[in-house]
């Protein structure tokens, strides 16, 4: 203790310590600091201390132990229950996540995704937004025009498609994830140095009628790479667009840089920004369909119905930007009829006539000849500024190929980014100068990407048919994936977080009945005696208060 008075301070002071002795003398010295003088006063005292208080004391002293430990224990399964209800939460919420097919986490669910893989070939009609064109006139005039398109795609002036393989990904390292190499898989075949035409290696870029303009930065869509001295050609038909094994994180990281990167995030609001994005819809919905139309199981290439079914099929707004794409490009093809039909596709084989002609013809179809997209009502008024934007965000889209591990997905990447670039270019152009200025590699990528959303579309109508004929329900493989193993990890760890405190808890209990037992034992004799004799040495002032020790306490329940 400290005693504090006007003068004295004590600095100094003793614990006393009871042990239940009969007499204990107690010394202590103690240094008091007054006027700048130490004196030093011993004092002795001489205590008889009781059993009963020191009983007493401890008894107190074990109560607020007991009751100190009863609210940690509290503290501690409050925050076991705590962390178990949002391990609980969270493993639902998980098991509960919305994905883009139906979870089969339930019967009901499985039921509604197997009658939307049933349904879907009806689902997919009327009229296609933004286009003055519907689904059925399209499906009725596509067979005749993608005979028309295999025929002109197999020219030996669109067959050869340059490319460069060598250029380095701008924007993270490239990482090879073929499952198989070789042609057929990621491998690709070029052209022989003796197939190439020879009017095609007497300059590196064929001349266009000899028109010599150099377009401005406001019509360059795509950044070409046709003048690079490490391009090959490649064969476009020995190399078909197909399921190559080009699977893993590389793939997945490139759409997904489109979409978050390159595109705008309320696309629906705006006519310029909803084309844009539709157009990059299309492109994805057409690759996808492409590697399902000539899938590989493990022996052979054949279409797979239920993955197309899961990922394209029960999605009509993806669908439908195929249809979208393949009208955006046949309207660049009308508006750049005249350059088109009057351009020289010599390349000193016997089909170059043949192909002159094709491209006649494809250019008089009814369906090319229809006016199936409106350009005029783009980056009008206030608009004009967009156009810029939109222009950067293509180039990027453009660069992001170069990351493509795969080489036959790169070619076909390459290949139709420069199409949809070079349908951009017609249609935005102000100057038709611009539509003159066309080289090479742009008109090949704007017909064999024509000819590829085209096969597109018989893909639907073929996969439409299987669809319909197959009466088996989809395989467990074509249905997407459950959320069912998160909540099962969430329900073992919650498990393995409470079984810790189920046992601490019952072990607790075990020795709290143990006390409470052993509270109940008679106390020793001598402890009454030695009560009573110091009792009668107390006045009677002092003889209430020895009486409130001595009386029995009521036992508290502490559970």
Request: proline share 4%; aromatic share 8%.
């Amino acid at each position: 203790a400290v005693v504090s008075t006007q003068s004295t301070r004590v600095t100094s002071f003793c614990c006393i310590i009871l042990k239940g002795k009969e007499t204990l003398n107690i010394s202590s010295t103690i240094t008091i600091k007054s006027n700048n003088l130490h004196h030093n006063h011993t004092h002795t005292l001489n205590a008889t201390p009781l059993r009963v208080l020191h009983t007493r004391t401890t008894k107190r002293y074990n109560s607020q132990t007991h009751k100190e430990r009863k609210m940690q224990l509290d503290r501690r399964y409050g925050v076991l229950g705590f962390i178990f209800t949002l391990v609980l939460l969270s493993s639902n919420t998980l098991a509960n996540t919305p994905s883009p097919s139906p979870s089969t986490n339930t019967q009901a669910s499985q039921e509604e995704y197997q009658r939307k893989i049933a349904e879907w070939p009806s689902s997919l009609h009327g009229n296609i937004d933004d286009c003055c064109c519907d689904i059925e006139t399209v499906d009725r005039s596509v067979d005749g025009l993608h005979k028309l398109m295999d025929k002109l795609s197999n020219a030996t002036f669109f067959r050869y498609f340059k490319v460069n393989f060598y250029k380095d990904c701008p924007f993270w390292v490239e990482v090879h994830e073929c499952s198989a190499d070789g042609p057929g898989f990621c491998g690709v075949c070029e052209v022989p140095e003796d197939q190439i035409p020879e009017p095609w290696k007497v300059s590196r870029v064929q001349p266009t009628n000899d028109v010599t303009w150099k377009d401005n930065e406001e019509d360059i869509w795509i950044l070409q790479d046709d003048r690079d001295e490490d391009t090959v050609y490649v064969d476009l038909p020995q190399n078909p667009e197909r399921f190559t094994g080009y699977v893993g994180s590389n793939p997945a990281k490139i759409w997904l840089t489109i979409y978050k990167e390159n595109c705008f995030p309320n696309p629906e609001e705006c006519l310029e920004e909803r084309v844009f994005y539709r157009l990059i819809s299309g492109l994805h919905a057409s690759t996808t369909a492409h590697i399902f139309e000539d899938h590989f199981d493990g022996e052979t290439w054949k279409p797979n119905v239920e993955l197309f079914a899961s990922r394209l099929g029960i999605f009509p707004d993806r669908l439908k930007n195929i249809y979208f794409t393949f009208l955006f490009l046949l309207r660049a093809a009308n508006k750049a009829s005249d350059f088109l039909t009057n351009y020289n596709y010599y390349t000193g084989y016997k089909d170059d006539q043949d192909t002159q002609a094709l491209i006649k013809k494809l250019l008089s179809t009814d369906l090319l000849c229809s006016s199936s997209f409106d350009e005029s009502s783009m980056f009008q008024g206030e608009k004009a500024s967009l156009k810029r934007d939109i222009m950067s965000k293509f180039r990027n889209i453009s660069e992001i190929m170069d990351c493509v591990a795969c080489q036959t997905c790169k070619v076909h990447a390459k290949l139709q980014i420069l199409g949809i670039g070079t349908a951009l270019k017609i249609l935005m152009a102000d100057n038709k100068k611009v539509i003159e200025s066309l080289q090479r590699n742009e008109i090949i990528a704007l017909i064999n990407t024509l000819h590829k959303f085209s096969e597109s579309i018989e893909i639907i109508q073929k996969m439409k048919e299987r669809q319909n004929s197959t009466i088996k329900k989809p395989s467990l493989s074509a249905l997407p994936v459950s959320n069912t193993p998160n909540a099962v990890l969430g329900l073992v760890v919650a498990g393995l977080l409470i079984l810790p405190a189920v046992i601490f808890l019952c072990k607790n209990r075990i020795v709290t009945k143990a006390e409470q037992n052993s509270s109940k034992k008679p106390q020793h004799p001598n402890h009454h005696k030695n009560h009573e004799n110091n009792s009668h040495k107390n006045n009677g002032n002092n003889s209430n208060h020895n009486d409130r020790y001595t009386t029995p306490r009521k036992k508290k329940k502490t559970w």
